[in-house]
Nanobody, 125 residues
Framework: QVQLVESGGGLVQPGGALRLSCTVS????????VGWFRETPGKEREGVSC???????YYRDSVKGRFTISKGDAETTVYLQMTSLKPEDTAGYYC???????????????????WGKGTLVTVSS
């Protein structure tokens, strides 16, 4: 079975950095992608960044140049390195797995099948 566990959220000042980690298991990189999504009250859950087995990546325009997604050496952990954080980045961040291959579909959450429980990121002075 697919399992995902997120960690790394917390409180950080604007301009600061955090690294989120998602430990994943129970899927094949040949058929699935892993991504980070975020959700705030009153807003649709939106894709932040995704990565597939080949290393192709997607970044939402609002985080390009600030966030970096990567896989650990064993490909059992997916990281989201967040820098230059802004208050508008405050959200619950969720790791997800979907049986899709085009990372551009991560703009929204609809293609994702399995979800972690989330980790809260708060950017505030």
């Amino acid at each position: 079975q697919v399992q995902l566990v997120e960690s790394g959220g917390g409180l950080v000042q604007p301009g600061g950095a955090l690294r989120l980690s998602c430990t994943v298991s129970g899927f094949s990189w040949d058929h699935y992608i892993v991504g980070w999504f975020r959700e705030t009250p009153g807003k649709e859950r939106e894709g932040v960044s995704c990565i597939n087995g080949e290393g192709s990546t997607y970044y939402r325009d609002s985080v390009k140049g600030r966030f970096t997604i990567s896989k650990g050496d064993a490909e059992t952990t997916v990281y989201l390195q967040m820098t230059s954080l802004k208050p508008e980045d405050t959200a619950g961040y969720y790791c997800a797995v979907g049986d899709i291959t085009n990372v551009q579909l991560c703009y929204w959450h609809y293609g994702m099948d399995y979800w972690g429980k989330g980790t809260l990121v708060t950017v505030s002075s």
